[in-house]
Antibody
Framework: QVQLQESGPGLVKPSETLSLNCTVS?????????WGWIRQPPGKGLEWIGS???????YYNPSLRSRVTMSVDTSKNQFSLRLSSVTAADTAVYYC???????????????WGQGTLVTVSS | EIVLTQSPATLSLSPGERATLSCRAS??????LAWYQQRPGQAPRLLIY???NRATGIPARFTGSGSGTDFTLTISSLEPEDFAVYYC?????????FGPGTKVDFK
């Protein structure tokens, strides 16, 4: 079965860049599907960050577009998130997930990784 | 941006009772709505997609209904593991958005 695992620093300084990886097991990213990032500030709801295809096609939330970059490394079966110029408002649990049924980026998220907490603080 | 509103914010019930959760969209999303369950300390889990289709492995006590702007998630008889937060999500238009959640807790 498909499993996803987020990894990256748990603490990032204000104004720096948050970088996370999501390693996929049980499925080759080369075979398709879109892959996404969603975040959840402590005690709050969910916010879609962006989704991408293995070809490099990306879709970003307009509220974050100027600061977000997603990329994929098929050799490592991994995709990544970079969020620049972070502030305390970017403190959240960051989840990676596979997007829905494979033929569209505008779909559900299933399955999800377990999530990783990133704190922005000096 | 499509705004999703969920009600009630908190639903206090006992095991065995029926839970009815509502999700309302600021404009029509057709049937392009999903429901997720999030237990404490866990990632969200897809329950329902396309408004009424149960995801793989989801028990039959979970039922989704609705279309357009008004949607309902019904849990026919609450099991102890169902006490969690439930989110709706629309895929009708960019950006993808989630509702604020409904917490189902013990009465």
């Amino acid at each position: 079965q498909v499993q996803l695992q987020e990894s990256g620093p748990g603490l990032v300084k204000p104004s720096e860049t948050l970088s996370l990886n999501c390693t996929v097991s049980g499925y080759s990213i080369r075979n398709g599907y879109y892959w996404g990032w969603i975040r959840q500030p402590p005690g709050k709801g969910l916010e879609w960050i962006g989704s991408m295809f293995q070809s490099g096609t990306t879709y970003y939330n307009p509220s974050l577009r100027s600061r977000v970059t997603m990329s994929v490394d098929t050799s490592k079966n991994q995709f990544s998130l970079r969020l620049s110029s972070v502030t305390a408002a970017d403190t959240a649990v960051y989840y990676c997930a596979r997007v829905g049924r494979g033929y569209t980026a505008r779909d559900w998220f299933d399955p999800w990784g377990q999530g990783t907490l990133v704190t922005v603080s000096s | 941006e499509i705004v999703l509103t969920q009600s009630p914010a908190t639903l206090s019930l006992s095991p065995g009772e029926r839970a009815t959760l509502s999700c309302r969209a600021s404009q029509s999303v057709s049937s392009d709505l999903a429901w997720y369950q999030q237990r404490p300390g866990q990632a969200p889990r897809l329950l329902i997609y396309d408004a009424s289709n149960r995801a793989t492995g989801i028990p039959a006590r979970f039922t989704g209904s609705g279309s357009g702007t008004d949607f309902t998630l019904t849990i026919s008889s609450l099991e102890p593991e169902d006490f969690a937060v439930y989110y709706c999500q629309q895929r009708s238009s960019w950006p993808l958005t989630f509702g604020p959640g409904t917490k189902v807790d013990f009465k």
